[in-house]
């Protein structure tokens, strides 16, 4: 303790101990000059023998500095400010280099804040560590799925669990909001009415829901709207509690906003608002239906979680939500989930059973495209940084002689580096805090999932990713150079041809993984194209899609029935249209409607998912779609009746004989199939699914397709509903729009590998200019010599591409073979298209010939320029 | 270590408390007094003698101070602290010890 305060007085007392130690070793060298001119030797004589006799001041001064100061720090300090005068010397270079680092980091830190928001962040509610959501999984043949729990089953469970403090359950749904398009669809859920108590969600206004506004029986209209809609829809009103909105046209009274971190328990897909289970049936089209999935027992899927009660751990839960779920259904002797076991997990979208499995490859994909990226960046940096170190070998040369270790100096530049990557990664987390919700912004119209910005855990991301970057590109470099120095200090001249087979690796690697991410990209530019221009089965061309939305409680079912049929009568009876079909789905509309079925003889167990199309006969006359056996649904079917598939159907159930009057049984009755229709992109572009058609019952459908001979049917349509009631409001779309609607999704994607794959493109053509810049620099003497005696253009031209060409063709032969690998990953993207498809590949070729042709071409024709006299002079 | 001396460590800063112990000199002449009383045997280099002076002050050992020398040039004097004094006894007769030691394998071993 004393010695401590001694030290600390003496350190506060020779604060200047740096001038005075070199003032007195002056004094030192001139008293030692003095003896030594007294021995007889001239003033100059003993100068200089007094300053050799000295030896190194510098290092007695920097040992001495040591003594001072906590060595690290002050050579830390000294680093810092030799980088930041360093970096600042050749700024071009330096934001060349900055610019491709903030690239590739920039580009990294917002996948992964992405990732992370979406996948990796538990639910927003208060100690999200004890609630757990519940699954039931079950293995089939096609794979492991998980499925809910019935609203029933759930109330059972939530009476009966003592390990939890809490259980809940909601149903997600979408519906249209008063102020949007007919289309519209604006996600929210039905919860249970302790759901925001449980999850400890406190109100930003009003108040969660109260146990009596979810009662089955007594439906209110009661909702929570999120923040996002607050702010959107409602101008962020603060007196916003007791006001009515209109979800589907019914009204809902809003009773609280939540807090803006809380978008709900969909993640990844943001809520826009709550409603209480029991109000299914306001919202319903069948209000009976709808209690009957909250009350009957065999009904499933809905989701639940739970908050686990204290000193409970989840086995417990997990064993008592089992044994309580086979009570339940012992006692409604329900068979349908037979002994699928239950899962809980946590609440973070990764955690949940069957998502790891699903996006791992694609998330894996992302991760490797842009990690590739930042390999590129780095080895663009690196070869960069090579060059400069290298022309820097003097200056560590005679920092080496001086007494600098050779450690000291290669930390300086990794310093330089580490202080370039820290810029660029202070930068990236900038672009992270912007780019992700603008791109999710673009891509999703409703609700963007709240806190898509960095938080704990990118920051520590990118550090590391910034740390490694610096590794990558700063230690092979800074290695490479000051061993280049050392030569310099034996050799007593410049090494000037080192580092080569450094840069022909940097090289090669660049251009591999440009080849790879450029590959991919076009593989999926031409994935999408192929969707565009292939046949979908249907006819796209002047058929529109009308809707209708009635005016709320004034149209019951049976009323909005009567209106579409009246529509249907008015239309068919106008010159302007064409055939018109009514439909309770669009084609490529993004809902599908599942039903599952059984083959006669077949018990209720072995039911399957199919999809089904409830449509007037006239839909395949509007769409084009011709029956290749038996015969279509036509006016002598009654709804309930006959039915018709699809070739994919006929294919799966009969492959061996004809499906042309065997029956299958849906909800226990039995439909005979009367004809097979071709298949028809109907519900995605990618493959066809089984479908079978039935004929709609009239069901309040509030669609129509109608094939128009004018190219806006508007204002015709428009008028023939205001003549019926003008009430109603109406919307006529083109089917197009719908089409490429659903190619939204692949087409970003191609878009965004576009432009990753362009970007790499870049990076590496500025390598392979820099790279050739450098060779034709390096050996400017050589080919003024040449050119001395006699050499030709061209020749020097090959010259030049002939130092580096063993690289270029390995780069671009391990980047091709390279790519067949990744490209096994992106076969669902690319709806048919083959991957080693020749035209994505030669379009590769094409865009990296021009690319590398540019980039050498500028230094080639510099080295034809060298003027010999001047070349011969350099040295 | 430090130098070309062959000193064992620390045995630099010995020397010079023990130098110091009599009068307040300047680096040079602590230097001089070294090679004198050594007979030409123990030659510091200055890029040992500065350093070990500096951890000397550091540790409060000796105090320096700026004052005109015999040619009337400023120069740098150091003396002997209570602390340094101190140090000197504890580190002469660790010293003593290690020697003896030394001695003793020398001839028994």
């Known amino acids: ?875 | 270590m430090h130098g070309a001396s062959g000193l064992l460590p620390g045995t630099l800063e010995m020397l010079i408390l023990r130098i110091l112990l009599r009068d307040a000199l300047h680096g040079y002449a602590i230097a001089q007094r070294l090679k004198d009383i050594s007979r030409d045997v123990l030659q510091v280099g200055e890029s040992s003698l500065y350093p070990a002076l500096q951890r000397l002050l550091l540790n409060g050992y000796v105090e320096a101070e700026w004052r005109p020398s015999e040619n009337n040039r400023r120069a740098r004097y150091y003396s002997l602290t209570p602390a340094g004094r101190k140090q000197l006894v504890a580190e002469r007769e660790e010293f003593d010890r290690l020697v003896a030691a030394i001695r003793r394998i020398l001839q028994t071993a």
Not at chain 1, 383 to 408: C, K, T, V
Not at chain 1, 443 to 451: A, K, L, M, R, T
Not at chain 1, 636 to 650: S, V
Request: hydrophobic content about 45%.
């Open chain 1, 1 to 875: 303790m004393r010695s401590l305060l001694r030290r600390l007085r003496a350190r506060i007392r020779y604060r200047r101990f740096d001038s005075d130690l070199a003032e007195e070793m002056e004094f030192h060298r001139a008293m030692k000059q003095r003896e030594l001119e007294r021995a007889g030797l001239t003033e100059n004589e003993a100068t200089v023998q007094s300053r050799r006799e000295m030896g190194s001041v510098t290092l007695a001064r920097e040992r001495s500095r040591e003594i001072w100061i906590a060595v690290w720090l002050d050579s830390l300090q000294q680093d810092v400010r030799y980088a930041l005068r360093s970096l600042g010397g050749q700024p071009g270079s330096t934001i060349a280099a900055g610019t491709v680092l903030v690239l590739g980091i920039g580009l990294n830190t917002s996948l992964f804040t992405f990732f992370n928001a979406v996948a990796l962040r538990p639910w927003s509610v208060a100690d999200p560590g004890s609630v757990v959501t519940a699954h039931y999984v079950h293995s089939s043949a096609s794979g492991r799925g998980t499925s809910g729990f019935g609203i029933a089953e759930y109330r059972y469970l939530n009476d009966h669990a003592r390990t939890f403090s809490g259980l809940i359950a909601w149903r997600q749904s979408g519906a249209r909001l008063g102020h949007e398009e007919i289309e519209g669809q604006t996600p929210f859920s039905f919860v249970s009415g302790n759901y925001f108590d449980v999850l400890g969600v406190h109100m930003l206004y009003g108040r969660g829901f109260l146990p009596d506004e979810d009662r089955v029986g007594n439906p209110q209209g009661v909702a929570v709207i999120s923040h996002g809609l607050w702010e959107r829809h409602f101008a962020a009103d603060t007196a916003i509690v007791g006001r009515v909105f209109r979800v589907d046209n019914v009204p809902f009274t809003i009773v609280g906003v939540a807090p803006q971190m809380f978008d709900g328990t969909e993640r990844p897909n943001a809520q826009s608002f709550w409603l209480p289970l029991a109000s299914l049936p306001l919202l319903s089209a069948d209000p009976a239906q709808a209690v009957s999935l909250l009350t009957n027992p065999s009904h499933c899927c809905s989701r639940m979680a739970g908050r686990l009660a204290e000193g409970v751990t989840r086995e417990q839960a997990r064993a008592e939500l089992e044994v309580l779920s086979r009570q339940f259904r012992t006692q409604w002797n329900e068979q349908a989930l037979k002994n699928a076991p239950l899962v809980l997990s946590g609440t973070a979208f990764l955690a949940q059973p069957g998502v790891k499995a699903s996006l791992i490859p694609i998330l894996a994909l992302m991760f490797a495209a842009v990690m590739l990226v930042l390999l590129l960046a780095c080895a663009n940096v690196g070869n960069l940084l090579l060059a400069r170190a290298l022309a820097r070998q003097r200056e560590f040369a005679i920092r080496l002689s001086l007494g600098a270790s050779r450690r000291r100096v290669v930390r300086q530049l990794l310093t330089e580096g580490l202080m370039l990557s820290c810029s660029a990664g202070t930068i990236g987390l900038l672009v992270a805090y912007a780019l992700p919700a603008l791109l999710l912004r673009a891509v999703i119209d409703d609700e963007v999932p709240s806190g898509i910005a960095p938080d704990a855990r990118v920051v520590v991301f990118t550090l590391g990713i910034a740390a490694l970057a610096c590794l990558l590109f700063g230690l092979a470099p800074a290695l490479k150079a000051t061993q280049a120095a050392m030569e310099t200090l034996v050799a007593r001249r410049e090494v000037t041809r080192t580092g080569r087979r450094l840069r022909s690796a940097l090289l090669a690697a660049q251009l591999a993984l440009s080849v790879i991410l450029l590959a991919s990209a076009s593989l999926l530019v031409r994935g999408v194209q192929q969707a565009q221009t292939q046949d979908p089965g249907f006819q796209v061309d002047d058929v529109f899609v009308v809707s209708l939305a009635f005016p709320g409680q004034a149209y019951d079912q049976a009323r909005g029935r009567a209106f579409v049929s009246e529509l249907h009568t008015a239309l068919k009876a106008d010159d302007s249209f064409g055939s018109v079909a009514v439909t309770n789905t669009v084609p490529l509309g993004n809902t599908r409607n599942m039903t599952s079925f059984r083959l006669p003889g077949e018990d209720e167990k072995q039911s399957r998912m199919i999809q089904m199309e409830s449509v007037s006969p006239e839909y395949f006359t509007v769409l084009r779609i011709p029956v290749v056996a038996g015969r279509h649904l036509d006016a002598t079917d009654r709804p309930g009746g006959a039915i018709t598939i699809n070739e994919a159907m006929a294919r799966r159930y009969w492959p061996d004989g004809s499906p042309i009057g065997q029956t299958i049984v849906f909800r226990d009755r039995r439909r005979e199939i009367v004809g097979i229709v071709r298949n028809a992109h109907t519900t995605g572009l990618d493959t066809v699914e089984p479908v079978y058609y039935e004929l709609t019952a009239g069901e309040p459908s509030t669609r129509l397709l109608l094939r128009s001979r004018t190219s806006d049917p508007t204002p015709r349509v428009q008028a023939l509903v205001s003549g019926l009631d003008n009430r109603v409001t109406v919307q006529a779309r083109p089917l197009a729009t719908y089409r490429d609607r659903s190619l939204e999704p692949s087409r970003v994607m191609a878009l965004t590998a576009g432009a990753v794959g362009l970007l790499a493109l870049l990076l590496a053509s500025v390598g392979v200019f820099g790279v050739f810049s450098y060779v034709v620099n390096e050996r400017t003497r050589e080919i003024g010599i040449r050119m001395a005696i006699g050499a030709r253009a061209s020749q020097v031209i090959w010259l030049v591409l002939d130092s580096t060409a063993w690289a270029t063709l390995g780069g671009l032969a391990g980047g091709f073979l390279a790519s067949f690998v990744v490209s096994r990953f992106l076969t669902g993207q690319l709806y048919g298209v083959s991957r080693l498809d020749p035209t994505a590949y030669a379009m590769v070729a094409t865009v990296l010939t021009l690319a590398a042709t540019l980039a050498t071409w500028l230094p080639a024709r510099r080295a034809t320029r060298v003027d010999p006299a001047t070349a011969l002079r350099v040295e």
